[in-house]
């Protein structure tokens, strides 16, 4: 049966398409696109013959149903966005939700994604993320959207446009107070630029240089710091580190005896022995 291939894109570099994804776009018959326009030039230099046809968040339900008569007339589609996943902060769930329920078979290629391609790099140590997307535009929206985040203790992933990144800044200082913040931007491009800061001086690290605002980008806010449980599950660990146990078996046993995490308490272990030697 013909199938609905979802099929990432590059988010900069065309040398971040996959070969998979480059075959499927050159057979498919249908390449349902975000904007046609704006992925008529990569199709072009892929040599694609296949034809394109609209799919974006104005237009979602009605292309769910042309690409379910694609679909059943044995016809396969490749489902793109202008760059990245799709899906992922952009069209395609309504899609992928409506050639399901018709009984038709979707494949899910894996390829470039501006998230986990920032995330990959950013080098913070929580064990979870969150991923957000866009916060809301308006002020107070967006900050009752951050006071909702501020107790969650996996690393939180915005996406953010340029105009609005200095204002989401300064409200996720202000909500979330002292973390650690990592601007990617630019990926994959020649710019490409991801550094980690105080989450309290970003606003001021932004000012400082207008180039900083300009571009793409991913923000990643390190979790919420540890609370009085944590505390507790480091005062055990301690005590049995102290008597001696190992750095395994100290981290498991002192989350069995508080419930604390015991990934984070391995590496809270491994941190206080090595300020001990
Ligand atoms: N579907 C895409 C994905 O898989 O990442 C995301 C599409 S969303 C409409 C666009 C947002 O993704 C941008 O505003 C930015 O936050 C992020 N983004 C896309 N390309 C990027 C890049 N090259 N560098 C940093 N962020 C990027």
């Known amino acids: 049966m013909a199938a609905l291939y979802v099929v990432p894109t590059p988010l900069g570099n065309l040398a971040d398409l996959t070969r998979r994804a480059e075959a499927v776009l050159r057979a498919v018959p249908w390449v349902a696109a975000e904007d046609t326009r704006h992925s008529a030039p990569l199709l072009k230099q892929l040599g694609a013959v296949g034809r394109t046809l609209p799919a974006h968040q104005h237009n979602e339900h009605e292309a769910a149903a042309r690409i379910v008569d694609k679909l059943r007339a044995g016809e396969a589609v490749a489902l793109i966005s202008d760059a990245g996943t799709p899906g992922i902060s952009d069209p395609g769930a309504r899609i992928v939700a409506a050639v399901r ?149 100290a981290a498991k046993l002192a989350a069995a005896i508080t419930g604390a995490a015991k990934n984070a308490l391995y590496d809270r272990a491994l941190a206080l022995k090595a300020e001990r030697d």
Not at 103 to 122: D, H, N, Q, R
Not at 129 to 149: D, H, S
Not at 191 to 215: C, H, M, Y
């Open 101 to 249: 329920a018709a009984g038709c078979k979707v494949v899910p290629l894996p390829g470039a994604c501006a998230a986990t391609t920032a995330l990959s790099a950013a080098g913070l140590t929580d064990e979870h993320f969150l991923f957000y997307g866009f916060l809301p535009a308006k002020a107070g929206q967006r900050r009752q959207a951050l006071e909702g985040l501020r107790d969650q203790r996996a690393a939180l992933v915005f996406y953010e446009a340029p105009h609005r990144v200095l204002d989401s800044v300064g409200d996720l200082a202000e909500v979330l107070g002292d973390r650690t913040l990592v601007v990617a931007r630019e990926l994959t491009k020649l710019f490409e630029n991801i550094d980690s800061l105080p989450l309290t001086a970003a606003v001021d690290w932004f000012k400082a240089d207008a180039n900083r605002q300009r571009g793409e980008f991913v923000l990643i806010v390190s979790g919420a710091p540890e609370t009085a449980d944590d505390g507790e599950g480091e005062r055990v660990l301690k005590l049995l580190l102290a008597d001696g146990l190992p750095v395994k078996q």
